[in-house]
């Protein structure tokens, strides 16, 4: 599995971003793609999950209301669109699949994914 993460940037309180993964060699067993992120210093951390053959999504409650997770099948993407950036959002932000072999751990959990995107940095300043 192949994950290619484009988007973030720098900007200030409140601005917006848009976080892409393409998705490429993703086996019959994987069912989602989520967003972790870590801030320096800490543990990564999940922020939010979307299936790939139904609408369900799954937010980390500091993001809820904030971020909207998306996913364009034909184009094997996945999105994150980010709105009202805060400080405390800043981050290194990774794109995951995860696997059917870990299907038994919740979308939350960062054991259920085993690809990972190289990581894109968000930073968001007062």
């Known amino acids: 599995v192949k994950l290619v993460q484009s988007g973030g940037g720098s900007v200030q309180t409140g601005a917006s971003l848009r976080l892409s993964c393409q998705v490429s060699?993703?086996?019959?067993?994987?069912?989602?793609t989520g967003w972790f992120r870590q801030a320096p210093g800490k543990e990564r951390e999940f922020v939010a999950a979307?299936?790939?053959?139904?609408?369900?999504?799954y937010y980390a409650d500091s993001v809820k209301g904030r971020f909207t997770c998306s996913r364009d099948n034909a184009k094997n993407t996945v999105y994150l669109q980010m709105n009202n950036l805060k400080p405390e959002d800043t981050a290194v932000y990774y794109c995951?699949?995860?696997?059917?072999?870990?299907?038994?751990?919740?979308?939350?959990?960062?054991?259920?994914?085993?690809?990972w995107g190289r990581g894109t940095q968000v930073t968001v300043s007062s």
């Open positions: 979307i299936k790939w053959n139904d609408t369900n999504t």
């Open positions: 060699g993703r086996t019959a067993g994987s069912s989602a």
């Open positions: 995951t699949a995860d696997a059917f072999y870990l299907r038994h751990y919740s979308y939350t959990a960062v054991q259920r994914y085993d690809a």
